[in-house]
């Protein structure tokens, strides 16, 4: 059967790859054989010794389908047929390519990210991503003036390429058991051109002059995550653009539209611990799903957070916008300032920076949290044993969260290392530098950096960032290397600001967001966090 099957492949157009691994699924046994084997043996057929040995060979062959197709046919050499019929590449095709271009503009003087991957999921989020894709869409204009110009007034010509934006839509639909999701699966390549939110995406980018493509997604919820994270390492994404509601601002919807409503968060421990956790808000869920992605993704990742206060923060179209940037420490402030640098090369945003100093004061010891707050002990030992192996685990009391490996003293010294290096690249750059390209000179000249040092930096980040009008917090998740910890700080900011059920809020987007959600204080926020890789 496999040399049959392999040769007729082969003659029918398939690549041998393919054809070996038609082959091979075509030579796996299974239940069937089994079955009839057995019908033998009753009818006495069979020999008890031909029967052993036709079961053995039965059984080797089905393992063997699975390790088998793995290696003739792995899954980056996979293409996905297309209804148009165009030719599909896999990434092992475009890979020496991108990688290419990677490096020609992805650099220390303009770490610029070109290639977006933006899910899209709920027509709730569709505002979010739109915001979020017009932030990050260059100015051409202004781009194009520098680049002309650069032979004749700029020191180092030539030394910058305007990057071609690539965004790739991708519509997650949750496969359930109804007939209407399976019917869905079943006609995806016709969906994906009639789909209403990858329409509405595609004519803001037709608007926008941002160049658009499309993909589409049906897959369990459980998996949703997983499909992301893929798709942007196919897609040789630099970062995932990713929509979030806080519970404070969840959309419920009913037959009549979309209304605002407050969730409350009655969760159960026990349903964790004995694996039926599925809280039934709406928010909740996407919350597990935002934190998936964190946890499995090998791509830097962006978050838009919309507080619900500012609904309308793009109401002003001609407006300018200002960022606001706490800067701990960490790699995922280290990403969040180069994001805001390359957001300010748009000469409508502005940026201030501030490098956050907590300065603990003397003699004074941190109470720790009274055992009365909660009736469940936590093997101390077990979470340190997985801490060690770098696991990401769920946390036994309240929602789940991601835990990252235990850091040693050498990673945080090569981490402090690398917050100097990028502070002082980009504070402390002199502008009239013959080295700093146009676009770079440009963007860190809309920049103000500072230092303040305060013993609750997250209520001095918040005063300060209150002083500016439309204010958009750009801040890192800061779960992995964080530099301080905010825990006390933030459950005084959520008794003042009397808030339920910030849980949910922290453990997905990090202590340092969850404050200025708190607050109130921002028209909208977004979490990144950088990949999960070694550091260089």
């Not at 407050?262 to 956790?277: A, L, M, Q, W």
């Not at 499995?296 to 609904?311: I, K, M, R, W, Y």
Request: glycine content about 6%; proline content about 6%; some cysteine.
């Amino acid at each position: 059967k496999f040399g049959g099957c392999t040769i007729a492949s082969r003659l029918s157009g398939f690549s041998w790859r393919e054809a070996s691994t038609i082959g091979s699924l075509m030579s796996c046994k299974g239940l069937v054989e089994l079955i009839v084997l057995n019908v033998g043996l009753s009818a006495g057929v069979l020999s008890p010794k031909v029967f052993s040995m036709f079961v053995l060979e039965a059984l080797t062959l089905t393992f063997m389908t699975t390790p088998l197709v793995r290696a003739l046919y792995p899954p980056e050499r996979r293409v996905i047929a297309t209804s148009g019929g165009a030719p599909s590449k896999t990434r092992d095709d475009e890979g020496g390519d991108l990688d290419a271009d990677k490096k020609s503009l992805m650099n220390e003087e303009q770490p610029w990210r070109y290639r977006f991957t933006v899910v899209l999921d709920k027509l709730e989020h569709m505002p979010c991503m739109m915001a979020l894709t017009q932030l990050i869409r260059p100015p051409v204009p202004d781009f194009s003036s520098v680049v002309s110009m650069s032979a004749t007034s700029d020191p180092a010509p030539l030394k910058y390429r305007t990057p071609e934006v690539s965004i790739n839509a991708l519509r997650l639909i949750e496969l359930s058991d109804r007939a209407s999701a399976v019917m869905k699966s079943s006609t995806a390549d016709t969906l994906i051109h009639t789909d209403p939110l990858l329409g509405i995406f595609r004519m803001f980018g037709e608007l926008n002059d941002l160049p658009v493509s499309s993909s589409l997604a049906i897959v369990p919820h459980d998996d949703l995550a997983c499909n992301v994270v893929d798709h942007a390492k196919q897609d040789a994404s630099q970062l995932i653009l990713l929509p979030w509601l806080p519970p404070c601002a969840s959309i419920a919807e009913t037959s009549e539209g979309a209304t605002l409503r407050r969730e409350k968060f009655d969760h159960n421990p026990f349903e964790v611990i004995f694996g039926t956790s599925r809280d039934k808000s709406a928010s909740a869920i996407h919350s597990q799903f935002v934190r998936g992605v964190f946890a499995q993704s090998e791509t830097d990742v962006a978050l838009f957070v919309d507080p619900g206060n500012h609904l309308n923060m793009g109401a002003k179209t001609g407006g300018s916008y200002h960022i606001f940037l706490p800067f701990f420490g960490g790699p995922d402030d280290r990403l969040a300032l180069e994001f805001v640098v390359q957001l300010c090369t748009n000469p409508r945003i502005n940026a201030t920076v501030v490098k956050m100093e907590k300065r603990e004061i003397e003699n004074m010891q941190i109470e720790r949290p009274s055992t009365a707050h909660s009736d469940v002990k936590v093997n101390t030992n077990s979470l340190a044993l997985a801490h060690q192996q770098g696991l990401t685990i769920s946390s036994i009391i309240a929602f789940p969260d991601t835990v990252y490996g235990q850091t040693n003293t050498q990673m945080r010294m090569q981490s402090e290392t690398a917050d100097s290096i990028i502070w002082s690249r980009y504070a402390g750059r002199n502008l009239s530098d013959a080295n700093t390209t146009g676009p770079l000179r440009a963007a860190l000249s809309r920049i103000d950096f500072t230092n303040l040092v305060s013993p609750v930096p997250l209520h001095a980040a918040i005063q300060r960032a209150s002083m500016c009008q439309r204010v958009l917090v750009v801040t890192g998740r800061s779960k992995r290397l964080a530099v301080e910890d905010h825990h006390d700080e933030l459950k005084d900011l959520v008794e003042e600001h009397r808030v339920v059920g910030h849980d949910v809020m922290s453990k997905t987007i990090g202590d340092v967001a969850t404050a200025f959600i708190v607050s109130g204080c921002p028209s909208a926020v977004v979490v990144l966090q950088a990949a999960n890789v070694g550091m260089h």
